[in-house]
């Protein structure tokens, strides 16, 4: 089953605005990812950020975490056109499993 | 970084055949692979993990008949869909994780299956 919602499901953005997206997850957690996908494409890692672990920023992207809310959130600053694609967070489970379970993801599209 | 390759990228079959697909770690030994299924404008199920040397492990609803999974050596996993139908027309990626704890994983391109 999945294990996290992103929320918004779609957003359209201007070229050089910034975009937010959420993920919500249900269970207690090892770690939290982010990935990319082009259409039709397989997924691409964008970030990782473990359960001790608030904040993470890399290039123009930043990723935080809030493990009492059970919440992440993914920044990217500066949009650009390139950015377009849909974007899934994905929980890793406890124990060391390598599980890693996607919410259902944010469509994203920027418009130059 | 680590790359995964997949073949085919498309494959378009006839009711009742079985399609092999392979997912083939490059640079790295990968003892488990990760077999997802994706509908159109939907996010990633997980099928299946391939575990080296072992017997899959199927999530809850996946039939291990229908989706055979092998992982023969240390690069190679194999996903055969035997005697397709139209509803398993589908985009099926690969994955594979390195490290233990924190996992991240790398991706397959993707197989688009299309079941006339």
């Known amino acids: 089953s999945q294990q996290g919602e992103e929320d918004p499901q779609a957003l359209s953005i201007q070229e050089g605005e910034n975009a937010t997206m959420n993920c919500s997850y249900k269970?207690?957690?090892?770690?939290l990812q982010w990935y990319r996908q082009n259409s039709g494409r397989g997924l691409v890692h964008l970030i990782l950020i473990r359960s001790n672990e608030r904040e993470k920023h890399s290039g123009r992207l930043r990723v935080t975490l809030d493990t009492s809310k059970k919440s992440s959130s993914l920044l990217i600053t500066a949009s650009r056109a390139a950015d377009t694609a849909s974007y899934f967070c994905?929980?890793?489970?406890?124990?060391?499993?390598?599980?890693?379970?996607f919410g259902t993801g944010t469509k994203l599209q920027v418009i130059p | 970084g680590a790359v995964v390759s997949q073949h085919p990228s498309r494959v378009i079959c006839k009711s009742g055949t079985s399609v092999k697909i392979e997912c083939r770690s490059l640079d790295f030994q990968a003892t488990t692979m990760f077999w997802y299924r994706q509908f159109p404008k939907q996010s990633l199920m997980l099928m299946a993990t391939s575990n080296e040397g072992s017997k899959a492990t199927y999530e809850q609803g996946v039939e291990k008949d229908k989706f055979l999974i092998n992982h023969a050596s240390l690069t190679l996993s194999t996903l055969t869909v035997t005697s397709a139908h139209p509803e398993d027309s589908s985009f099926y990626i690969c994955?594979?994780?390195?490290?233990?704890?924190?996992?991240?994983?790398?991706f397959g391109s993707g197989t688009q299956l299309s079941v006339l």
């Open positions: 269970t207690s957690i090892n770690n």
């Open positions: 994955s594979a994780g390195i490290g233990t704890g924190a996992i991240k994983l790398f």
């Open positions: 994905a929980t890793g489970g406890l124990g060391g499993y390598q599980k890693v379970t």
